[in-house]
């Protein structure tokens, strides 16, 4: 496994690598590894010559500084992990490597970027835009995988890539959620639950899987929403953001009836640690 820590060299490597013919796969990633990450690399490997992963924390998509201060670092065990799992190549740039000046681009996307993570965390989705797009210049994968525990990040990013990338001919390959045994998603910020939040944070996912059952059965978008607001508030550590039933590609909002191509997302503050969790219908 090769490390960079610098575009020109990574861009050298990659072009040689192009023009043997290599199919390039790419993961990006904000370090704090775990098996989420690694089934994007597996999936990769196995469609692709060469697999890149990333390791960069973002700040430009932090618009809580406390919370970029509070992200879990550890890029050691992320190497190690990432070597033993047959990672071809990490890119772990600094800051000023990734933003030499202040990337000051704004990425008109329309309501995919607006609603739900975008209405509560203002700025995030164009900061994702700003390092995915520098990212996906510099890679020019044949395959970026992201992961749909992030499942707005996925139409954002393919949004972004659309309007603003009409030369990337790479696919935007969405992967399942990997989940705990126990049904938790798999997210770097359970590094910072204690045991008895852990124990809390089940409740996100089996209100997950009741509403996946309920809407089976014909539930309303009211029924289903009601339940989440009422299920979640049983357990005095957690403490909803929002509860929003999208189109699964637009991300609108869906009322009433639900159709089959709808998704549940969810944003859940489990003591201090904000929790995201989503179910396609
Ligand atoms: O999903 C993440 O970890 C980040 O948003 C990403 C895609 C690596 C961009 O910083």
Do not use: W
Request: glycine residues 4%.
């Amino acid at each position: 496994m090769e490390i960079f820590y610098e575009i020109t060299p990574l861009k050298k490597k990659l072009a040689a690598l192009k023009s043997q013919s290599k199919k390039i796969g790419f993961v990006a990633t904000m370090g704090a590894l775990h098996a989420g990450h690694i089934s994007l690399v597996e999936t990769s490997n196995r469609e692709n010559d060469i697999t890149v992963v990333s390791i960069f924390v973002n700040p430009t998509q932090f618009n809580n500084k406390e919370d970029l201060e509070k992200y879990p670092r550890n890029t050691e065990a992320d190497i190690r992990l990432l070597e033993d799992n047959e990672c071809d190549i990490v890119f772990i740039p600094s800051v000023e490597e990734m933003y030499p000046e202040e990337d000051t681009r704004v990425f008109e996307l329309g309501s995919v970027a607006e609603v739900m993570e975008g209405k509560f965390r203002p700025g995030h989705f164009n900061g994702v835009c700003q390092i995915v797009s520098k990212l996906l210049d510099i890679i020019s994968p044949d395959n970026a995988y992201f992961g749909q525990k992030d499942y707005q990040q996925i139409a954002v990013v393919k949004a972004m890539v659309k309007k603003y990338m009409p030369k990337f001919k790479g696919n935007i390959v969405p992967c399942p959620i990997k989940r705990e045994a126990d049904g938790l998603a798999l997210s770097s910020r359970n590094s910072h639950l204690n045991p008895e939040q852990r124990k809390s944070a089940v409740l996100i996912s089996k209100t997950l899987f009741k509403v996946k059952e309920m809407s089976d059965n014909g539930a309303t978008q009211k029924e289903i929403t009601d339940f989440v607001k009422k299920n979640i508030a049983t357990d005095a550590n957690l403490c909803l953001e929002y509860v929003e039933i999208a189109d699964k590609d637009t991300l609108l909002p869906v009322e009433g009836n639900l159709p089959v191509n709808a998704v549940v997302c969810v944003t859940v503050f489990d003591g201090s640690t904000r929790l995201i969790d989503n179910i396609l219908l």
